[in-house]
């Protein structure tokens, strides 16, 4: 049933869709200058042009030469570009097994571009480590990397689309790191940004405090979102019922709030199974992600959608985002609203450019409370998609963001993280999430899995814990689970809910990421100090002498230091 508030602004939907103004541009980062060379350039020589151009050369039919600005500062232009990948270049030496950062400052001579940066191997295969949207007249940080596999010179060049434009570069770095420097980076982050230190304080009642006082701390409940798919076998499957439930609080309906499930004939709208699936989620305790409103691939549309007119079209649309964000309204933490348009424009071919930024701005209309997220693949997993990168994501972004009455939209980022069966590209990955999260924006990975191979339980970690050590990163949701319910890529359960070792790595970090239950006992002053995983907690301190005990409950976030937190017992 219509709330009264989606009653009255349906026929304003009617109206709105397709039918907006234009998008204007927002305002963007840049610098006056250049930042200094990251870990002083690391295996690049003269990365800050002090030395003019040695170590450097022209790299295709452009031309270079070193420039010097109004402050001084030296920096190389490639000029005279006839072909995108017309720049600078440099050889070094890679070695097998290690992750390489790199990093650079860079500017265009007019207008906005996209710079990505290229890694050229002997064999003529170039990998694109990174890219951003350089502007005119100040600098951006263009950040990226590589992971060798096997140990070769390497050419680092640039690219842009544009040859008219002149790039100009500075402070360029390659930095490698051993997989072990790589983990215990992560490792640090984790405990920085995931973690927050408390202290207890068990007294009397009187105040007086109690020494050699056992306390017992139990994490009921973790904070940060790491959860999940579910699909519609969780109704008819027990086992699948209990071990997911077991194991998450989170998830995402793989395909059953999708439109081609909840309205396969024109009219007929039958939400039966997301129903009780959300029945299902709100009876365990656990979040929802909304998924997806529209999906912008014309291969996922309704059959009887593809034949529509625009105008069609229009209402059909207007009818189905009504239709599903009311029913939902206030119910889930998320929705997926256009679904895939870096790849795809099926709602923009047939209803106008803005039809994206549209479905936004009415979604959070009809529920203001719920974060409106894009939703994309290949951004962060397969940096040769360069309809998805990082760059183009932030642009649309931007778009969506610049439409007229979104400046206030509850915007997320969503990162898909369908990663292949080869090495992923760790460095190429915190890049993305260094760029997305410089937007302030919430970003969640969420429908990681990794295709099947021989690595394919380390990859996964290797995975999860970049996403789960990055600072910007709020929440993951996986698309693996058990073989009972079909998840045949990332299998995490066999037909008997036996563990698969992708399995064994999930619940490993479940339980890794978790304070579990911890038995302390109270120093001289009654203090205890330890360092928790924020989430919701049960403090039990119990005096043996008296034979008392008293409980009290936590919330260990990382708003704030907390301040002693104290344990009064009766004696």
Avoid at 187 to 205: G, M, P, Y
Avoid at 387 to 410: R, V
Avoid at 418 to 424: A, I, R, T
Avoid at 474 to 500: H, R, S, W, Y
Wanted: aromatic residues 10%.
């Amino acid at each position: 049933m219509l709330t009264e508030a989606c009653t009255l602004l349906l026929s304003w939907i009617f109206l709105y869709f397709g039918h907006g103004t234009n998008a204007s541009s927002t305002t963007r980062q840049c610098l006056g200058d250049p930042l200094e060379a990251l870990y002083g350039g690391g295996i690049v020589v003269n990365p800050e042009f002090n030395y003019n151009i040695e170590g450097w050369k022209a790299f295709g039919e452009g031309k270079i030469e070193e420039r010097i600005s109004k402050e001084g500062n030296r920096f190389i232009v490639a000029r005279s570009r006839k072909h995108p990948s017309d720049s600078l270049s440099q050889k070094v030496q890679v070695e097998e097994g290690k992750i390489y950062s790199f990093s650079a400052s860079v500017q265009v001579s007019q207008g906005r571009e996209i710079v990505a940066v290229v890694f050229k191997f002997p064999n003529g295969d170039g990998v694109r480590g990174g890219d951003v949207v350089a502007e005119e007249g100040c600098w951006t940080l263009l950040r990226g990397g590589i992971v060798a596999n096997f140990t070769s010179p390497v050419e680092i060049l640039f690219e842009s689309k544009t040859t008219s434009v002149e790039i100009w570069l500075d402070n360029v770095s390659l930095q490698p790191f051993t997989k072990e420097e790589w983990r215990s980076n992560q490792d640090k982050s984790i405990n920085e940004v995931r973690k927050s230190k408390v202290r207890l304080q068990v007294t009397k009642a009187s105040k007086t405090p109690l020494k050699g006082t056992r306390v017992s701390i139990k994490q009921i409940k973790p904070h940060f979102p790491f959860g999940c798919g579910m699909n519609h076998y969780i109704l008819t499957n027990p086992d699948y019922q209990n071990w997911f439930a077991s194991r998450f609080k989170w998830t995402t309906f793989t395909n059953e709030m999708k439109w081609y499930s909840t309205e396969k004939i024109q009219g007929l709208e039958n939400y039966t199974i997301a129903d009780n699936m959300v029945k299902f989620a709100q009876q365990n305790g656990i979040s929802i992600r909304g998924h997806n409103v529209f999906w912008d691939d014309p291969k996922y549309q309704p059959d009887w959608v593809k034949s529509l007119s625009p105008e069609e079209l229009r209402t059909a649309a207007a009818k189905r985002i009504n239709s599903v964000v009311c029913r939902y309204r206030g119910q889930l933490i998320a929705w997926d609203v256009m679904n895939e348009n870096l790849h795809f424009r099926f709602f923009e071919d047939n209803l106008g450019e803005n039809a994206s930024a549209e479905s936004y701005s009415i979604a959070q209309q009809l529920d203001p409370d719920t974060v409106m997220f894009m939703n994309e693949y290949n951004t962060m997993e397969h940096s040769e998609d360069k309809n998805s990168s990082a760059a183009n994501y932030k642009k649309k972004l931007e778009e969506i963001l610049s439409y007229p009455g979104n400046a206030n939209l509850s915007a997320g980022i969503g990162l898909q993280g369908h990663f292949g069966s080869g090495q992923p590209n760790l460095a190429y990955m915190r890049s993305v999430l260094d760029m997305l999260g410089s937007t302030g924006l919430p970003i969640w990975l969420t429908e990681v899995d990794v295709g099947k191979g021989p690595n394919q339980a380390q990859y996964l970690e290797e995975v999860l814990r970049e996403g789960y050590s990055h600072p910007a990163v709020k929440g993951i949701i996986m698309f693996v689970g058990p073989l009972a319910a079909g998840f045949n890529v990332t299998t995490l359960a066999d037909n008997n809910f036996k563990n698969t070792p992708s399995g064994d790595v999930v619940d490993k970090l479940i339980d890794e990421w978790n304070s579990g239950t911890q038995e302390i006992t109270t120093d001289d002053q009654g203090f205890i100090e330890l360092s928790l995983f924020h989430g919701d907690y049960e403090i039990t301190a119990e005096n043996h002498i008296t034979n008392s005990s008293a409980t009290v409950s936590l919330s260990v976030t990382q708003a704030e230091p907390h301040a002693i937190v104290q344990v009064h017992i009766d004696t």
